[in-house]
């Protein structure tokens, strides 16, 4: 039976019923209908019923620079290793030279500047000196490592023949992430095993990055004879050209980091697409006190992650109902601390009922925080239920954390597996059978027994991360969740035939 040809959309119909999911519907809006422009795409989310619109022009921007890495990729092949690794170097040395590093910095300045005037939280986007160091630690890493290319994974001998299993890059990674500067450099590290990267930064940082690839990032690929797709930036604030990006299928692998529904809607656009996603939405870290717990190492690692607002920072305490009268008060005193460390106060959620285990002080004062839109007074101690333990607390200067008691480590386990984003668990005992049993039975992909801070490709592996995943949406399938320039490769088979008269 002949088919007629598919029209390409054209316009919207206000009321329009859409299906997804199989057995749901969503409708069309008065305001898609009238945003929609000929040339557009609108993308219909089967996990969620989101109409994501995007308009052509962010279309043919991400288009372009697909374009550009896909065929810097087919160069990249030709690049020896001491070539990229020359790339690493002369990156890293651009950052630390002080006129381009004064150009990065006075960008940074005025990204800053907007974001607070906006009332946008700036934690991860101002460009300080440590980061600086970071980023230039980072790049020199992967100019000293081995490249996974052309590494022989496995062989297998048969007689008159052999089969060899050898690593291969991957191909063209997609990357979007928020106000995160330092990760320009980051995932810089797809190019050690030969892929190529196109970038889509949030517009907080838009400004930085402009300034990373002007006077170092494109520098550095010119003066290496790297092809100069090879990392490439799409210069667009446009959420959309995100969404274009991910939706984009010659990308082998799409890298989401920020804020949790922005990053889950990327990576259903992506999975959509057909393409293999890591993702890290959801942050915050869990931490157990259980019954045998070191006082002294328990505060410890409690101001220890508590020193800033990342995606491993402390979120949730546990600590066992037999331990509250001493625990309790050693936890709120790390919490003040941390506070007092950043010049600010704090801020404590207790579950409904747990709120007796506090001295009546903490029930009844106020304090002010520091908000990303100024600061407000709020109560020092907030109600919350037992349900909303997996929210993330994004705070500013004021460490914010739960509380919970628990009945013993089991209860904890089983609130850690049904309410929170399934990231990082740390158990503070003295038990080594309690630590066993806590591996085997949180679902979590990192697992500790101090501080939850560790949790970080550069500190705990010696090699920048590209990003963190955690397993909301399931575990990994044979991939870390941490995920850094040295782990993205696939395996091609290559066979030597010894002898020519060979047949099945």
Same mark, same amino acid.
């Given at each position: 039976m002949p088919?007629?040809k598919?029209?390409?959309?054209?316009c919207?119909?206000s009321?329009?019923p859409?299906p997804?999911g199989?057995?749901r519907m969503?409708?069309?809006?008065?305001?898609?209908?009238?945003a929609?422009?000929?040339?557009?795409?609108?993308l219909?989310?089967?996990e969620?019923?989101?109409?994501?619109?995007?308009?052509?022009?962010? $279309?043919a921007?991400?288009?372009?620079a697909?374009?550009r890495?896909?065929?810097a990729?087919l160069?990249?092949?030709?690049?020896?290793?001491r070539?990229?690794?020359?790339f690493?170097?002369?990156?890293a040395?651009?950052?630390?030279d002080?006129?381009?590093?004064?150009?990065?910095?006075?960008?940074?300045?005025?990204?800053?500047?907007?974001?607070?005037?906006g009332?946008?939280?700036t934690?991860r986007?101002?460009?300080?000196? /440590?980061?600086?160091q970071d980023? $230039?630690?980072?790049?020199?890493?992967w100019r000293d490592?081995?490249?996974?290319r052309d590494?022989?994974?496995?062989?297998i001998v048969h007689a008159?023949?052999?089969?060899?299993?050898?690593?291969a890059?991957? =191909?063209v990674?997609?990357f979007v992430?928020e106000?995160?500067?330092?990760?320009?450099a980051?995932?810089?590290?797809?190019? /050690?095993?030969?892929?190529?990267a196109?970038f889509?930064?949030?517009?907080d940082?838009?400004g930085?990055?402009?300034a990373i690839m002007r006077?170092a990032?494109? %520098?550095a690929l010119r003066e290496?004879?790297?092809p100069?797709?090879?990392?490439?930036?799409v210069?667009s604030p446009?959420?959309s050209?995100?969404w274009?990006l991910?939706?984009?299928? &010659?990308l082998?692998?799409?890298?989401?980091? *920020?804020?949790?529904?922005?990053v889950?809607?990327?990576g259903?656009?992506? /999975?959509?697409?057909g393409t293999?996603v890591?993702?890290?939405?959801?942050?915050?870290?869990?931490m157990v006190?259980?019954?045998?717990?070191?006082?002294? &190492?328990f505060?410890?690692?409690?101001?220890?992650?508590?020193?800033r607002?990342?995606?491993n920072t402390?979120n949730v305490?546990c600590?066992?109902?037999?331990r509250v009268?001493d625990?309790?008060?050693i936890?709120?005193?790390?919490l003040?601390?941390?506070? &007092?460390?950043?010049g600010s106060?704090?801020k404590?959620?207790v579950?409904?009922?747990?709120?007796?285990?506090?001295?009546?002080?903490?029930?009844?004062?106020?304090? /002010?925080?520091?908000?990303?839109g100024g600061?407000?007074?709020e109560p020092?101690?907030?109600?919350?239920?037992e *349900?909303?333990?997996?929210?993330?607390?994004?705070w500013e200067d004021?460490p914010e954390?739960?509380?919970?008691?628990?009945d013993?480590l089991d209860?904890?386990?089983?609130l850690?597996?049904?309410?929170s984003p399934?990231?990082?668990a740390?158990? $503070?005992?003295?038990?080594?059978e309690?630590h066993?049993?806590f591996?085997?039975?949180?679902?979590? %992909?990192?697992v =500790?027994d *101090?501080?939850?801070?560790?949790?970080?490709?550069?500190?705990?592996?010696?090699q920048?991360?590209l990003g963190l995943?955690?397993?909301?949406g399931? &575990?990994?399938?044979a991939r870390?969740?941490?995920?850094?320039?040295?782990?993205?490769f696939?395996v091609r088979?290559?066979?030597t035939?010894?002898?020519?008269?060979?047949?099945?």
């Amino acid at each position: 039976m002949p088919t007629s040809k598919l029209n390409a959309l054209a316009c919207l119909v206000s009321g329009t019923p859409v299906p997804f999911g199989g057995d749901r519907m969503t409708v069309i809006t008065p305001e898609l209908t009238e945003a929609f422009q000929p040339g557009d795409h609108l993308l219909v989310l089967q996990e969620t019923g989101d109409l994501l619109h995007i308009p052509a022009a962010q $279309i043919a921007m991400a288009a372009a620079a697909v374009d550009r890495a896909h065929a810097a990729f087919l160069e990249m092949s030709a690049i020896p290793d001491r070539g990229i690794g020359r790339f690493f170097d002369r990156f890293a040395a651009l950052l630390e030279d002080p006129s381009a590093w004064s150009a990065i910095a006075e960008a940074n300045r005025q990204d800053v500047e907007r974001a607070q005037g906006g009332g946008r939280s700036t934690t991860r986007l101002v460009a300080t000196d /440590r980061m600086r160091q970071d980023m $230039i630690a980072g790049l020199r890493a992967w100019r000293d490592s081995e490249t996974p290319r052309d590494r022989v994974v496995e062989r297998i001998v048969h007689a008159g023949w052999t089969v060899e299993q050898v690593a291969a890059p991957l =191909g063209v990674v997609g990357f979007v992430f928020e106000g995160r500067p330092n990760v320009l450099a980051d995932a810089a590290g797809v190019l /050690r095993s030969g892929n190529t990267a196109v970038f889509r930064i949030g517009s907080d940082a838009l400004g930085t990055a402009q300034a990373i690839m002007r006077h170092a990032l494109m %520098p550095a690929l010119r003066e290496t004879g790297l092809p100069p797709g090879a990392i490439s930036l799409v210069e667009s604030p446009e959420r959309s050209t995100g969404w274009a990006l991910f939706a984009d299928r &010659r990308l082998s692998l799409a890298v989401a980091r *920020g804020s949790g529904r922005a990053v889950a809607q990327l990576g259903s656009v992506a /999975r959509q697409a057909g393409t293999a996603v890591s993702l890290h939405g959801t942050g915050g870290a869990w931490m157990v006190a259980d019954r045998d717990a070191d006082v002294a &190492r328990f505060s410890a690692a409690v101001e220890a992650s508590l020193d800033r607002k990342v995606c491993n920072t402390l979120n949730v305490c546990c600590i066992h109902r037999a331990r509250v009268t001493d625990l309790v008060p050693i936890f709120l005193a790390a919490l003040e601390s941390a506070g &007092r460390v950043r010049g600010s106060g704090c801020k404590l959620h207790v579950v409904v009922g747990d709120e007796t285990a506090l001295p009546e002080a903490w029930r009844t004062a106020t304090v /002010r925080v520091r908000r990303a839109g100024g600061e407000q007074t709020e109560p020092l101690t907030e109600i919350q239920s037992e *349900g909303d333990l997996g929210h993330e607390w994004e705070w500013e200067d004021t460490p914010e954390v739960s509380l919970k008691i628990v009945d013993d480590l089991d209860h904890a386990v089983t609130l850690f597996n049904r309410h929170s984003p399934r990231f990082a668990a740390s158990l $503070i005992s003295r038990d080594p059978e309690a630590h066993r049993r806590f591996y085997d039975t949180v679902n979590a %992909p990192f697992v =500790g027994d *101090g501080f939850t801070r560790w949790v970080d490709g550069q500190y705990a592996l010696n090699q920048p991360e590209l990003g963190l995943s955690n397993w909301q949406g399931g &575990r990994l399938l044979a991939r870390s969740a941490i995920l850094s320039g040295g782990g993205v490769f696939t395996v091609r088979s290559r066979v030597t035939q010894d002898d020519p008269l060979l047949r099945r």
